[in-house]
């Protein structure tokens, strides 16, 4: 997580933050254009996320579903006016990008695929988000049909060399994928939090829900070549995992999937 010190007219904050947000130290620690992002140094640290309205509700209610179950932080506020506002509690430790953690890559890869696991293992039926794959299906056709592909960020192994390609398989496939596990939805090591090695929390949880276990099994491989910036972790992970749950062909349809964004 990169923090970088600003300063804000605390007035153009809803009056719900304001005095959190009066004296304390301020980070921003955004990490994409959709949302900004503050880190306020106060107390144990609070994150402070902003973004045009209704695109934090989905974010804020698996925010609190993870919690209830100890893999999240806790959600302190969610408003929603001209733009939504999640204000939540600092999950104790670091990202899994931290020098100290990608230093170790085997134990990296192998805590990776023991917290996948388990996630995957936890009773969903009071999940707020009940069919992610039927909001999965939609959003890639929607890219689809705006023309938006990119391959390059794909391992070569999942490389597709036309949209119309990636498409076709999407289109023949799409009915094979399950709706039956619990998601973090973004698997990527930014967005699980070790405090010493031990596992304290993921964040962002906006693409959460119950869908396909390969959707996060992609990531997740897709997560250790971006970062690790080698193929070579690959089979690690999903023999940690448990590879007698995993079905390559299901990984090449998510690729696919996700070629479209």
């Known amino acids: 997580m990169t923090l970088k010190p600003i300063g804000i007219e605390i007035c153009q904050y809803p009056l719900e933050f304001q005095s959190l947000l009066r004296g304390a130290k301020l980070y921003d620690s955004s990490c994409s254009p959709e949302a900004k992002v503050i880190f306020i140094d106060k107390d144990t640290g609070y994150f402070l996320k902003s973004a045009p309205k209704g695109k934090l509700e989905r974010e804020a209610d698996m925010t609190r579903y993870f919690h209830s179950k100890g893999l999240s932080a806790e959600v302190l506020a969610y408003v929603s006016n001209e733009q939504d506002w999640l204000l939540t509690k600092k999950v104790s430790g670091n990202d899994c990008i931290t020098a100290k953690y990608l230093e170790q890559p085997e134990r990296l890869c192998d805590i990776l695929a023991e917290r996948l696991y388990l996630l995957h293992g936890i009773d969903y039926t009071d999940c707020p988000v009940e069919n992610h794959t039927k909001h999965y299906l939609e959003l ?94 690959r089979d690690r992970f999903l023999d940690a995992y448990g590879r007698e749950k995993v079905d390559e062909g299901m990984l090449r349809l998510v690729a696919a999937a996700e070629a479209f964004g």
């Not at 023949?172 to 090591?189: A, F, I, M, P, V």
Request: hydrophobic share 35%.
């Open 140 to 233: 890639v056709e929607f890219n689809r049909k705006n023309e938006l592909y990119d391959k390059s960020h794909f391992p070569d192994s999942f490389g597709y060399q036309s949209p119309e390609e990636a498409w076709a398989v999407v289109d023949s496939q799409k009915h094979l994928l399950q709706n039956d596990t619990l998601l973090h939805g973004d698997y990527c090591l930014p967005n699980i939090i070790l405090d010493d090695w031990r596992f304290s929390g993921f964040i962002d949880l906006d693409n959460s829900g119950i869908g396909d276990r390969h959707v996060d099994l992609f990531w997740g491989t897709w997560t250790l070549f971006f970062n690790l910036k080698t193929h070579k972790y």
